[in-house]
């Protein structure tokens, strides 16, 4: 692992700022450690009523199982579709993103 430390001069302040690098490193997080994870199986559920076309949920699900549209919702924002369900981790990310709850999980056996 390399470490890299450099200093600069911003305006009176002198500021450090630290790299690290490493093969091994994780820069980032996938959302809990996504194949250890593999769900039972989920249906994912879009409530058009509340949800606002923010488009987080498509943007964060780590499979790409959901997308926007150009198609308007009943209140007129961009609607998120379910493209792939068959991909779905059943993570939970897109149901904790969600700013409006607009977006669940429900398993098969809550449905049965
Ligand atoms: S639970 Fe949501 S965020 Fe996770 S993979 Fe399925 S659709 Fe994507
Ligand atoms: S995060 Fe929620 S409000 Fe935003 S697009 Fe997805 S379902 Fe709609």
Known sequence: MLAVISYFIVGPRLIQITVI???DMKLWRQPFDM???AP???????DV???????????FCPRGVL???DELSPKGYDMVKVVDETK???CGLCEAI??????????????E
């Open 67 to 69: 997308k926007m549209t």
């Open 21 to 23: 690098d490493g093969a």
């Open 88 to 90: 779905c981790l059943g």
């Open 35 to 37: 194949a250890e994870k």
């Open 98 to 111: 969600c700013p409006e709850f607009g977006i669940y999980l429900t398993t098969e056996e809550k449905e």
């Open 49 to 59: 009523d509340r949800c606002k076309g923010c488009g987080y949920c498509a943007e």
């Open 40 to 46: 039972k199986p989920v249906k994912v559920h879009i």
